[in-house]
């Protein structure tokens, strides 16, 4: 996809995609409210991203996002339980923030695509 | 019979575009152009960085991200249809008969 | 937006959640039957749920979620339990044994109801899930039109 940035465009295809996957995390998650000795589970994305040392993007760069990938992984419980049950209300929060995250994306990606499309089509012509 | 040149018409004054009218530092039309289209580059560059806080996760600040986007957008349209018109103008130059 | 596996996984939620419910109303509605057709007396049933592993294709084993497929929640069984049942003296019952006691189903309707509470909270959880899942889909639908 020319006329946007490379970096951009394999970060926000990857937020996309963690986006994506967080919300089979999140279903599965609720899916398992009642079910005894059910490990929830969560997305590892944005750590990932923290870990590169980034606060401000600025610091990303193409070659340390290749290492980025979002994967699904058991989500840490606070206190020494494990299999803890899951909490409806907080995964009801976390699938407000997910599809509230995506949906911004693809807006913004949506605006830079036409950004791109006005100097493409020049107006009227 | 002599045929003055056209002396009466003064030069004419620097055209200035700021509103207050006093003259801008830079009058000619080509660098216009290009402070113009450096302003744009910066808009659509910082609205990109934007767009990465956005995708790393950061909603705190969502208005301006979109915000940024539609400026971005919009100074593009314009410089697109001043293109547009300067090409036009550009032909009613070629067409005129001399 | 991998709607397909979304809606699946919520589904599967919905329907372990609507089990809970329906499994309640029986218990519930058999709160005082003395007798049932084979002769031995009703027992609460309970719902045994477990989490689907979702069936792995080729192509898929490549995917960073491969370690964990999730599949939602499926119900395992729906058994009956061991509780003891509530004895009520009332001698003139058709049912009552040697020493006049009736014996009840154990059914405890506080606890009944709060499990009904429960499992309809969750099923709105699931539905709000599906609903999530279908606008962020149509959503992707949108890149392209003019905004």
């Given amino acids: 996809m020319f006329g946007i940035d490379k970096l951009t465009l394999g970060l926000v295809n990857m937020a996309l995609n963690a986006a994506s996957m967080r919300h089979t995390t999140i279903a599965n998650n609720i899916a398992n409210a009642g079910t005894e000795g059910y490990q929830p589970v969560r997305v590892n994305f944005e750590e990932q991203l923290g870990a590169l040392g980034a606060s401000s993007t600025a610091r990303i760069s193409e070659s340390t996002l290749a290492g980025v ?10 206190g020494n339980k494990t299999g803890a049950a899951v909490m409806v209300d907080m995964e009801m929060v976390r699938l407000a923030q997910n599809t509230l995250l995506y949906q911004a994306i693809l807006g913004g990606l949506g605006k830079k695509l036409a950004i791109v499309s006005a100097a493409i089509t020049g107006g009227r012509r | 019979m002599s045929i003055d040149a056209i002396g009466f018409i003064a030069p004419a004054a620097a055209i200035s575009l700021e509103p207050g009218g ?9 660098s216009l152009l290009a402070r113009y289209l450096s302003e744009l580059n910066a808009q ?20 301006n991200v979109m915000i940024a986007l ?8 314009l410089a697109v249809e001043v293109r547009n018109k300067v090409l036009e103008v550009y032909q009613d130059l070629l067409r005129m008969q001399v | 937006m991998d709607y397909a596996t979304a809606f699946a996984i919520s589904a599967s939620g919905m329907l372990v959640a609507r089990t809970r419910v329906d499994v309640t109303a029986v218990n519930l509605a058999n709160a ?16 045994v749920a477990a989490a689907k592993r979702a069936d ?8 960073a979620d491969s370690a964990f497929p999730l599949g939602g929640a499926e119900v395992v069984e729906v058994r009956r339990t061991n509780v003891p049942p509530r004895l009520v003296f009332e001698p003139h019952h058709p049912d009552a044994d040697a020493t006049g006691f009736v014996a009840y189903p ?31 889909a149509l959503k992707a639908l949108d890149i392209g039109k003019t905004s």
């Fill in chain 2, 44 to 63: 659509v560059v910082q609205s990109d960085r934007q767009l990465q806080g956005l995708a790393a996760g950061e909603l705190d600040n969502l208005h």
């Fill in chain 3, 106 to 136: 154990g059914v405890n309707p506080v606890a009944e109801m709060v499990n009904l509470v429960a499992a309809t909270r969750i099923y709105e959880a699931n539905v709000a899930a599906l609903n999530a899942a279908k606008s962020m």
């Fill in chain 2, 22 to 30: 006093q003259a801008a530092p830079a009058t000619d039309f080509s």
């Fill in chain 1, 69 to 78: 990938r979002p994967f699904v992984e058991p989500a840490p419980v606070p």
């Fill in chain 3, 56 to 63: 792995l294709f080729e192509g898929m084993l490549t995917r």
């Fill in chain 2, 70 to 77: 539609e400026q971005a957008k919009l100074s593009m349209q």
């Fill in chain 3, 32 to 47: 005082y039957s003395t007798r049932s057709a084979d002769g031995t007396l009703f027992t609460p049933l309970q719902v």
